[in-house]
């Protein structure tokens, strides 16, 4: 009897088995009974937040350089070789002048500053620069006639005609630092490059030393008898204006990292200085400086 009802039992639960495994599913992947507050919903896959791309706003920049100019330096208040022993020549309209013109001064540019884009085309930058020091010189040489005493101590109408020569050389030294606003339109990029162009304004802080001397011998037959000399030096400090035009490209490296070729014309107005130079006032000025540059630097965009 036993064995009996255990062989009804296995026969059912293999059939119920069997009923389980066949029943169709629902639609929404519930098969079994109970309520709807115990099924599961399918949890979906959230899509990943796109990140936010934005253009840089700011950047920093540094730059080095190399310009060139043509010094044209003057003086004013006193005639070299004239006023400063004019009791000695004969006849001033008699002293002849020999003055050496000056060479072309070749400076070096460094420094950095920080810049703002406006728009994908406009930018301005604020630029702080240190210029190496320029050399500025007149010098020249002149002659007279002159009536001196046999040992050249002064002028003596009963003494002798000497022929009397001099050297005149009158040296300036600007030492200048730059700061400038700066202003820049960027033109159609084409590929990496973005050739743009450019204006600056601001002013020059600059330091202006000053060495004068003047040499003077009497030309002999056999040599040539020191006479006399005359030095002077002293240094100042100006501010004055400054303006620049611009003209480039840059070579984009990396998103961030800008390659910045460019010419650059300088104009800075002139500096002077006043020194008294064996009794004449006399006034040293540097003239306008027009200045060539050839830059280049690296610029790097921050947010």
Not at 94 to 107: G, Q, S
Not at 211 to 235: C, I, K, W
Request: charged share 20%; glycine share 10%; aromatic share 12%.
């Amino acid at each position: 009897m036993f064995k009996k009802s255990f062989s009804v039992a296995l026969t059912i639960g293999a059939l119920a088995t069997g009923l389980i495994a066949s029943a169709p599913a629902t639609a929404d992947g519930w098969w079994g009974r109970g309520s709807v507050k115990d099924r599961r919903a399918a949890v979906p896959v959230p899509a990943p937040a796109p990140i936010p791309d934005y253009a840089a706003r700011w950047y920093l920049r540094g730059d080095f350089g190399v310009g060139f100019s043509k010094p044209d330096p003057s003086e004013n208040g006193m005639v070299y070789g004239q006023n400063l022993y004019q009791w000695d020549a004969e006849d001033l309209s008699k002293v002849r002048y020999h003055w050496l013109p000056n060479d072309t001064e070749t400076t070096f540019i460094y420094g950095g500053g920080i810049g703002y884009y406006w728009t994908p085309h406009l930018r301005t930058d604020i630029t702080i620069e240190k210029i190496s020091e320029r050399k500025l010189r007149i010098r020249g040489t002149y002659n007279y006639e002159a009536l001196l005493d046999e040992e050249y101590h002064a002028p003596d109408q009963q003494g002798h005609r000497h022929l009397v020569s001099g050297e005149t050389d009158d040296k300036g030294k600007l030492d200048s630092g730059l700061f400038l606003f700066n202003a820049y339109f960027d033109l159609a990029r084409n590929g990496p490059l973005t050739p743009y162009v450019g204006a600056g304004v601001g002013f020059a802080v600059s330091k202006l030393s000053r060495t004068f001397a003047n040499y003077e011998y009497v030309e002999g037959d056999s040599e040539d008898n020191f006479l006399r000399q005359t030095r002077a030096s002293g240094s100042t400090h100006n501010v004055t204006f400054a303006a620049a035009l611009m003209a480039g490209v840059s070579y984009s490296i990396t998103p961030v990292t800008m390659l910045d070729l460019n010419y650059r014309y300088l104009y800075i107005s002139g500096s002077d200085i006043d020194l008294n130079i064996n009794g004449v006032e006399s006034n040293f000025s540097t003239g306008d400086i027009h200045e060539h540059q050839v830059r280049v630097g690296l610029r790097w965009n921050i947010q």
